[in-house]
């Protein structure tokens, strides 16, 4: 019965640092007035600009139902808005207003602010995420590297 140990479990770990790494990143992101996930929606488009909600969607693995909220919330601070996609007036895409873009600048020095509140050298926290990306990879999981 020992396989039934918490300590035996592999999703445990995994659990538990992912709450801490999310309550690690709450103060660094208050002044960007983002929350965790919502920060996550603008790494996307600050890769790529102009995505419908389906592939922010699958970026993020996040069904819409989860995603349109924080979308609207995102609108409403100004950082992004929906707007046609020029190559096809049908489709609706989110875009980065001239805020959210200038809000990446602010960001960028959140991954190392991070590193540094886990007390991790750059060396360490490559591997780590190396790692959690190759296990991503195992999962079909290909955008998983944040």
């Known amino acids: 019965m020992d396989a039934l140990h918490l300590s035996n479990q592999l999703c445990f770990p995994f659990y538990a640092v992912s709450k801490e790494i999310t309550k690690r990143y709450r103060p660094l992101l208050e002044p960007l007035q ?4 919502q920060y996550l929606v603008m790494l ?46 049908r489709q609706l895409v989110i875009q980065l207003t001239p805020t959210g873009r200038a809000l990446q600048h602010d960001a960028a020095d959140i991954p190392a602010k991070l590193a540094e509140v886990l007390g991790l050298t750059e060396q360490q926290y490559s591997a780590y995420q190396k790692m959690l990306t190759d296990l991503s990879m195992k999962f079909g999981l290909s955008d998983a590297t944040c």
């Open 44 to 89: 996307v488009l600050w890769e790529t600009d102009q995505l419908s909600l389906k592939k922010i969607g699958e970026r993020l693995h996040l069904d819409s139902g989860t995603l349109t909220p924080l979308v609207n919330k995102l609108i409403s601070q100004g950082y992004i808005e929906k707007a046609r996609n020029p190559h096809d007036e």
């Open 34 to 37: 983002l929350t965790y996930p």
